[in-house]
């Protein structure tokens, strides 16, 4: 038994270690390369592994890795005109299943979750959209994008924690739960810049798997206010937004449909050319069946500056949420930590520890540590 766990364990390993040789012999060849002046193609390919501590009954230690490559076409024939195709492949599904937790370790788009996406039978094709720019004025312009796109880019955003690629790894610090963001489905997002205010909507019909297994079709819609402040210690952006879909939602009683429904706000603030900080907060409606109705987060971001390298950072977040008054969670809480190591132009490494929680209403609470490498070659 012991002998075939060792032997697991040090075939995850090799395969960890095989990436990562794969991703620092790429980067020796890594660029951002311009077919043109209106043809960009770049990409990213990450390695990650993942050590589950669990301290959840009946559930032992975990390990799991993935290697994802994520590929863009950006074709800008004019100024005004923009048209992107995303793609991204990946090997390995790292901690997700037989994940206990209400947050998942790693939020990227992993191995089985980049086949049949939103059941609409289309395989590592993330995004296909035409954007159109409107330049009314030297600080006011109207843009309008429609195809498959990523609700993610207009919602929500942060300068802080909205990246797993090269921020915090949990999902809940890189978008709030409580949103609902759909992505890589039909849609359409207007974005309205006046000087330092905008506001975005978004629209799209996905679809999401109900309680029997099946596919539900929905219509999702999102409006974001946002607002950049200068101040003389740095940038600010603070961001206020709501949500809706459709009613095709499973009350808690099993006989009516509901809508989910939701506000939030995401704000982050430079205080210095070295401290950031930023803060979320998500209310949800629970009408309709939901893990969370109150979300909040915050945390810190430290630049290398500190200690001679601007490219090195570290990351502290921590998040509370509060289960719906039905869920069988009380509440959840999240704590992450990361020191991100720019190795050069084209790599960098990430060392990354966090701790979840989730206290139960009925069972014990289940809870857990969770170690991460993240390695990343840019080209």
């Known amino acids: ?44 390919l990450t390695g990650v592994y993942q ?16 290697v994802i490559l994520d590929l863009g076409f950006n074709f800008h024939p004019t100024e005004t005109d923009e048209f992107q195709i995303t793609a991204s492949f990946a090997g390995g599904n790292g901690l997700d299943k037989g ?22 039978n289309r395989d590592y094709l993330l995004e296909a959209w035409y954007k159109h720019t409107f330049k009314l004025d030297e600080k006011t312009s109207l843009a309008l994008t429609g195809g498959i796109i990523d609700s993610t880019r207009y919602i929500d955003d942060n300068a802080f924690a909205n990246c797993e690629t090269s921020q915090f790894m949990n999902q809940i610090f890189v978008n709030h739960k409580n949103v609902n ?67 095709r939602f499973n009350d808690w009683d099993g006989t009516n449909k509901e809508r989910l429904q939701g506000l939030g706000i ?56 509060t289960g719906a008054d039905d869920s069988e969670i009380d509440k959840t809480n999240a704590f992450e930590s990361y020191f991100k190591l720019q190795i050069s132009k084209y790599n960098d490494i990430s060392f990354d520890l966090q701790y979840i929680n989730d206290s139960l209403k009925q069972e014990s609470d289940k809870s857990g540590f969770v170690y991460g490498v993240r390695l990343n070659a840019y080209f």
């Not at 999401?208 to 079709?217: I, K, M, P, Q, Y």
């Not at 950031?276 to 971001?301: C, E, L, M, P």
Request: proline residues 2%; negative net charge; glycine residues 10%.
């Open 266 to 321: 995401s704000a982050d603030q430079q205080l210095s050319p070295i401290i950031g900080v930023f803060a979320r907060a998500g209310w949800q409606d629970d009408a309709a069946i939901i893990d969370h109705q109150n979300v909040y987060s915050a945390g810190v971001n430290i630049n290398g500056k500190l200690w001679g390298r601007e490219k090195d950072e570290i990351g502290l977040g921590y998040a509370y949420l």
């Open 99 to 120: 994940n206990p937790f209400s947050l998942t370790p790693y939020a990227d788009d992993l191995e089985d979750g980049l086949k049949n996406i939103n059941g609409r």
């Open 181 to 247: 963001l759909p992505s890589y489905d039909i849609g359409g997002a207007i974005e309205f810049n006046i000087s330092n205010f905008s506001i975005r909507s978004v629209v799209m019909n996905s679809k999401f798997e109900d309680a029997e297994g099946s596919l539900e079709n929905y219509n999702y819609y999102a409006l974001q206010v946002g607002y950049v402040l200068e101040t003389p210690m740095g940038t600010g952006n603070y961001r206020i937004y709501g949500f809706t879909t459709s009613k």
């Open 51 to 66: 050590y589950g501590n669990y301290d959840v009954k009946g559930l032992d230690n975990k390990d799991g890795g993935a």
């Open 1 to 44: 038994m012991y002998s075939d766990i060792s032997k697991s364990l040090r075939g995850k390993v090799a395969v960890f270690l095989l990436s990562v040789l794969i991703i620092f012999t790429s980067s020796m060849f890594a660029f951002a390369y311009d077919v043109n002046e209106k043809l960009t193609i770049d990409g990213t």
